[in-house]
T-cell receptor
């Protein structure tokens, strides 16, 4: 079974630009969640999508948005990039139900390393 | 607010020895799930072990086991027979039954030495 795939692995952008990151979950998983990892703040929850609907949202500004497609693939978009957006962005998939959490937990991708210059 | 605290930023252990990583959490929820994840330099977050709050029995996965103390809100990870490949950042994480967002601790950097 293929794992969680995140593309691209590395990205360098200039302040003020926008960026789109992609995540393909494990086949059959309907939930995709996004996390930002920085040395200072650690791992912070951005948002979670289930069956194309945002089900949970973390405490991030509106510049951070996402969506999920009918095949469960998800994209995350950051507009008007700031230097502080430099981070590792991790995507995690699960089957979306508490049963899945009980048995499998979340499966993470390898992340996208975003550098804003 | 739900918080997860890992009080040991760094730890070191010799190969074949046993090490325990600490984690405490704060929540008003009665049912929740707890996880330990490992993140080696490759960046991939790997699930090490999971525990459901309503299960009193401590989870075990091969060389990894937990000491879950619900009343004390403590969830420590014991690694037995440590191996060089166990060198990684270890994150304790919590998710309430009412939500799907993982709350992570700051992590413990574990170094296994020969």
């Amino acid at each position: 079974k293929a794992g969680v795939t995140q593309t691209p692995r590395y990205l360098i952008k200039t302040r003020g630009q926008q960026v789109t990151l992609s995540c393909s979950p494990i086949s059959g998983h309907r939930s995709v969640s996004w996390y930002q990892q920085t040395p200072g703040q650690g791992l912070q929850f951005l948002f979670e999508y289930f069956s194309e609907t945002q089900r949970n949202k973390g405490n991030f500004p509106g510049r951070f948005s996402g969506r999920q497609f009918s095949n469960s693939r998800s994209e995350m978009n950051v507009s008007t990039l700031e230097l502080g957006d430099s981070a590792l962005y991790l995507c995690a998939s699960s089957d979306g139900g508490t049963g899945g959490l009980r048995v499998y937990g979340y499966t993470f991708g390898s992340g996208t390393r975003l550098t804003v210059v | 607010a739900q918080t997860v605290t890992q009080s040991q930023p760094e730890m070191s252990v010799q190969e074949a020895e046993t090490v325990t990583l600490s984690c405490t959490y704060d929540t008003s929820e009665s049912n929740y799930y707890l996880f330990w994840y490992k993140q080696p330099p490759s960046r991939q977050m790997i699930l090490v072990i999971r525990q459901e709050a309503y299960k009193q029995q401590n989870a075990t996965e091969n060389r990894f086991s937990v000491n879950f103390q619900k009343a004390a809100k403590s969830f420590s990870l014991k690694i037995s027979d440590s191996q060089l490949g166990d060198t990684a950042m270890y994150f304790c994480a919590f998710v309430p039954n009412s939500g799907y967002a993982l709350n992570f601790g700051k992590g413990t950097s574990l170094l296994v030495t020969p």
